[in-house]
């Protein structure tokens, strides 16, 4: 052997154990810094939280996943990022369930921060898929459409097969479990929140896994007006009237510091509790949404 190749296969050994492991399982590999940069943050890891009942949270520091469970199957909301999968999984089993007992995988909204890990988690669970027609159609492919706010500026996801399509305010059921989806698009066109019970004993709280409600977008996206989604504004105002109305005894967001919930939850299930969030939060909501509005029509003249 010469030298020069005996080097090639000594450079070759050295570098395969590192090419295989950036290649490991395209279902979790994290982003890159450029393609995330608030990412590694948000995916620190947090230890599983009993929230009331069957509730619990499975989810990483920065982005929320949670389990509502039954003896018929549980339930799992939002998948976080790709490399979140792991860690969620790991929750799972933490608390006692065997992820293989998850039957259905709902979604707030179809992004690579909240819905990049749901291919990983449906292959790990055996988990039926379900989302709005809007969300569906960007979960199969991977990438968003021209109509999101965002597009052109997200990293793309591992993408979801066989999603079952749900129907605004039409419960979907695992055994006794019993979730309604509600329409509260804007931040994306098919975004989703969920509402459920949960039980302990005589007392019951009603729980809502509210989506984002922030005007985001790509440089140039007018919300106000829009050929890609002109129903932008409309779609907003309707899922804010929706928050207004649900019953709302706890607020879970898909970004847990946009409802304070770690403040919350230092105090649970007591602390929280508090009624008046779901209000608050599309207040706030609203607010942004009025004053990127008018930032819009000030840049126009
Ligand atoms: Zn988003």
Redesign the pocket.
């Known amino acids: 052997m010469t030298a020069r190749l005996s080097l090639l296969l000594l450079a070759a050994s050295i570098a395969a154990p590192v090419r295989a492991h950036a290649q490991a399982d395209p279902l979790t590999r994290p982003y890159s810094t450029e393609q995330c940069s608030s990412c590694v943050a948000w995916n620190a890891p947090h230890r599983p939280v009993h929230l009331f009942g069957n509730t619990y949270y499975v989810g990483t520091e920065g982005l929320g996943s949670v389990l509502i469970a039954s003896p018929e199957g549980h339930v799992l909301i939002d998948g976080a990022l790709p490399n979140s999968a792991p860690q969620i999984l790991e929750n799972i089993r933490s608390l006692g369930f065997d992820p293989a007992d998850v039957k259905l995988i709902l979604n707030s909204?179809a992004?690579f921060?909240?819905a990049g890990g749901i291919a990983a988690l449906q292959r790990a669970t055996g988990a039926q898929v379900a989302a709005s027609a809007a969300s569906a159609d960007v979960l199969r492919s991977g990438t968003v459409g021209s109509n999101d706010p965002q597009y052109g500026t997200l990293a793309a996801m591992p993408p979801v097969r066989g999603i079952v399509a749900i129907t605004e305010g039409e419960a979907i059921q695992v055994g006794r479990l019993s979730l309604i989806p509600h329409i509260t698009a804007g931040?994306?066109p098919g975004g989703t929140t969920w509402t459920w019970r949960s039980c302990e004993g005589e007392r019951c709280l009603d729980f809502v896994y509210a989506d984002?409600q922030t005007p985001v977008s790509r440089e140039g996206f007018l919300f106000g007006n829009s050929a890609q989604y002109p129903s932008a504004v409309a779609d907003f105002q309707r899922g804010f009237e929706v928050l207004e109305r649900i019953p709302c005894d706890v607020l879970i967001t898909p970004h847990p510091a946009a409802s304070g919930f770690w403040e919350r939850v230092v105090t649970a299930p007591g602390g929280l509790i508090d009624p008046g969030a779901c209000k608050r939060y599309a207040a706030t909501a609203r607010k942004q949404l009025q004053r990127r509005l008018e930032r819009e029509r000030s840049e126009r003249h």
């Open positions: 909204h992004h921060d909240h931040h994306t984002s």
